[in-house]
């Protein structure tokens, strides 16, 4: 949440500056930093759009083309959801990023037990392609892509996508998803993990291989440093975990045969921007970098634009506040600022209230509204990477890249991604740092307006997204009403095939799509899953 | 002098929600203040967070929720409790819980609540109330 450590003199002079990744900011930097750590322009940043990219994978940036909003919506019924994603796309919004309640996220049917009191809380409930019928009516799958923020049955999700792209007449080559897909971070932080490290790994790998022919527009994996940020670590072990999770997903796909410039240029990124600016910064140059040269010299990728690093950069979730809400406006807007300085090809924002509540209409807009003026109004289109040749922004990038290595080879070390997030080796890791910025908080160490500094003030309340009962009760009848409807054959015999699939490590993707064509539920698909693969057993932390 | 007993905290994490960052530093801070700290782990139901408090025999329950969820989850936490007949047993809840609910949730029953952005000592200093009156 606070953003660096601040040593004083009883003066209020600042004697120096350590942000969050070790990294000691000194009061003033010049050419001679740059000769210190060896500086070469070609060889460390590159013009845009050349390797390593650290200036970004676009050579004209956001002149080309402007960043993709793409605000995390979905709530309640279908209904309600396409509602407000057809609200936020008249207002100018150009992707869709898809917000699913914890029954779906989790592979519950609305009518299941232990769905109950969550049916479209946090997102939207989806139990069958009916759900999605509704829920993407009228929108352009050809035009508009969607992001899908589901992790442990991401497979299941994509599936449906292409079904209802496919009933509405769409090819499925022209629809691109980005589902989130990456479950190694869920084990780390955010939790919405179901089955054992394993098998969760083999459908992602399904996903990829499947998207490889059959969507190929679709990013089937989106890493997500983000949460793995959110639950502690530091911006550089956010990095550092995030391509280490992003090869574990290689790994997976290479060991079926497949060339790796086949599939790893359909990788995306989702990142987070709060914490000290400049060191956001620094942090995305570095990670461009990073992934280049891990996909170049570890991987032998070969085509150039395989090598780019493109991501979601935005949220910034953990650094807004409960404490004077309103600030959180303006925290967003500079978040926002370091995401457009950072190269960011799409972005979102938490809103200011999502401390209290899911987004209203209204504090929806205003996030998409701050991303709107900073490109066509604040001139961040003008030219692609302002901050290079900054004596301290590229002595940061330069002390920032090794950071993310430092933590890199300490997981290695370790035994590598998988088995440190099978053991909880870095859960221990990032809940002791949350822990030690809680501390930092309550001793003044760190500092964080409204909340140990600049107290005075109002506290307002917000106003609250309300729970509706009701729609959780029209939700189960609509489910009800599929499986009077449906034929039970047809979905007998699909789910007959996944389990076949499920149980002879097929990849399940052509399955799971005739699945969701014969109206199974997302419970009775993922329910095979648990059946097979059994559940994830988290490895005890203290 | 009167003698000083532990208490045993069980932190635990309700329903499908897995975001549990403020649950591992409540817990990791009542360890350090000198508590017996269970914590339950992701994606308990009601009924297994019973559970362990019976085998565990902590003296309070914590339920973190982040989903807006906090007052059906609580008011089915007090059914089994009082079914089980461990009505002994303290309950405070902690999460993202507007503040126009906190009345609700003491009337269930709730002894403290501690929204997101409480510092720790507040809730440390609760608890170590409780072990004084034990």
């Known amino acids: 949440m606070a953003v660096a450590r601040y040593i004083k003199d009883e003066k209020d002079q600042i004697l120096d500056v350590i942000l969050e990744s070790g990294i000691h900011v000194k009061p003033l930097y010049s050419p001679k930093d740059l000769e210190a750590i060896g500086f070469s322009y070609e060889k460390d940043v590159a013009d845009p759009g050349e390797y390593p990219y650290t200036r970004g994978i676009h050579a004209l940036g956001y002149r080309s083309r402007a960043w993709t909003t793409r605000q995390y919506t979905g709530f309640g019924t279908p209904e309600e959801t396409n509602e407000r994603f057809k609200l936020m796309i008249s207002h100018g919004q150009t992707g869709l990023n898809v917000a699913f309640d914890?029954?779906?996220?989790?592979?519950?049917?609305?009518?299941?037990?232990?769905?109950?009191?969550?049916?479209?809380?946090?997102?939207?409930?989806?139990?069958?392609?009916?759900?999605?019928?509704?829920?993407?009516?009228?929108?352009?799958?050809?035009?508009?892509?969607?992001?899908?923020t589901i992790n442990a049955v991401a497979s299941i999700m994509l599936a449906m996508y292409q079904a209802v792209a496919e009933k509405y007449g769409y090819d499925p080559k022209v629809i691109s998803a980005t589902p989130q897909n990456d479950i190694l971070k869920e084990m780390i932080g955010r939790g919405a993990w179901i089955f054992p490290v394993e098998p969760a790994v083999k459908l992602i790998g399904d996903t990829i291989e499947y998207s490889m022919t059959v969507l190929p527009r679709t990013n089937p994996v989106s890493v997500c440093g983000y949460h793995i940020r959110e639950s502690g670590a530091t911006p550089a072990q956010e990095i550092a975990c995030a391509i280490?999770?992003?090869?574990?997903?290689?790994?997976?796909?290479?060991?079926?045969?497949?060339?790796?410039?086949?599939?790893?240029?359909?990788f995306s990124f989702n990142l987070n921007v709060f914490g000290n600016m400049w060191e956001q910064v620094a942090k995305f140059r570095a990670a461009r970098k990073l992934w280049a040269r891990n996909l170049k010299e570890k991987y032998n990728v070969k085509k150039p634009q395989n090598l780019f690093l493109r991501g979601l950069f935005g949220g910034g979730g953990y650094g807004l506040t409960k404490a004077q809400p309103e600030n959180n406006i303006?925290?967003?807007?500079?978040?926002?600022?370091?995401?457009?300085?950072?190269?960011?090809?799409?972005?979102?924002?938490?809103?200011?209230?999502?401390?209290?509540?899911?987004?209203?209409?209204?504090?929806?807009?205003?996030?998409?509204?701050?991303?709107?003026?900073?490109?066509?109004?604040?001139?961040?289109?003008?030219?692609?990477d302002p901050l290079a040749g900054s004596y301290f922004i590229e002595t940061i990038t330069k002390e920032m890249e090794q950071k993310i290595e430092e933590e890199m080879d300490k997981i290695e070390k370790f035994g590598g991604i998988i088995k440190g997030v099978s053991e909880g080796y870095i859960q221990r890791l990032v809940a002791r740092q949350a822990f030690e910025v809680e501390k930092g908080l309550e001793s003044g160490e760190l500092q964080k307006v409204g909340v140990n500094i600049y107290k005075e003030g109002e506290s307002m309340e917000v106003e609250l997204h309300e729970y509706n009962w009701e729609s959780a009760e029209k939700q189960i009848e609509s489910l009800r009403g599929v499986k009077r409807e449906r034929s039970e054959k047809d979905v007998a015999r699909s789910l007959k095939e996944l389990e076949s699939a499920a149980r002879d490590g097929k990849n399940v993707m052509p399955s799971l799509v005739e699945c969701c064509k014969a109206y199974a539920s997302v419970g009775e698909m993922a329910g095979i899953f648990r059946q097979i693969f059994g559940e994830f057993n988290e490895p005890s932390l203290f | 002098m009167e003698n000083k007993k532990t208490v045993k905290v069980l932190i635990a994490k309700p329903g499908l929600d897995g975001h549990d960052r403020g649950a591992k530093v409540v817990a990791q801070a009542l360890k350090e203040a000198g508590m017996e700290v269970v914590y339950s782990g992701l994606h308990r139901t009601i009924d297994q967070i019973v559970n362990i408090a019976v085998q565990?025999?902590?003296?309070?329950i914590g339920l973190s929720i982040m989903t807006g969820a906090h007052i059906p989850i609580t008011q089915k936490l007090f059914q089994k409790i009082k079914q089980k007949g461990i009505v002994d047993k303290m309950v405070f809840v902690g999460g993202v819980i507007p503040s126009k609910d906190v009345p609700t949730l003491k009337e269930l029953g709730v002894a403290g609540v501690f929204p997101g952005g409480t510092p720790l000592a507040e809730t440390i200093q609760f608890l170590q109330s409780i072990s004084k009156k034990g």
């Open chain 2, 56 to 60: 565990e025999d902590v003296d309070v």
């Open chain 1, 102 to 148: 914890l029954p779906t996220q989790m592979g519950y049917d609305s009518d299941d037990p232990m769905s109950e009191g969550e049916i479209g809380r946090v997102g939207m409930a989806v139990d069958t392609l009916k759900d999605f019928e509704i829920a993407f009516k009228d929108i352009r799958l050809d035009k508009i892509g969607s992001g899908l």
């Open chain 1, 330 to 384: 303006m925290r967003g807007a500079y978040y926002a600022l370091v995401a457009a300085l950072s190269g960011a090809q799409t972005t979102a924002l938490c809103s200011y209230d999502e401390a209290f509540t899911i987004p209203t209409p209204h504090s929806a807009l205003l996030s998409l509204r701050t991303l709107q003026l900073l490109m066509d109004e604040m001139g961040l289109r003008d030219t692609v």
């Open chain 1, 244 to 266: 280490l999770i992003a090869n574990a997903y290689i790994d997976n796909v290479l060991a079926r045969g497949y060339d790796v410039d086949a599939f790893v240029g359909r």
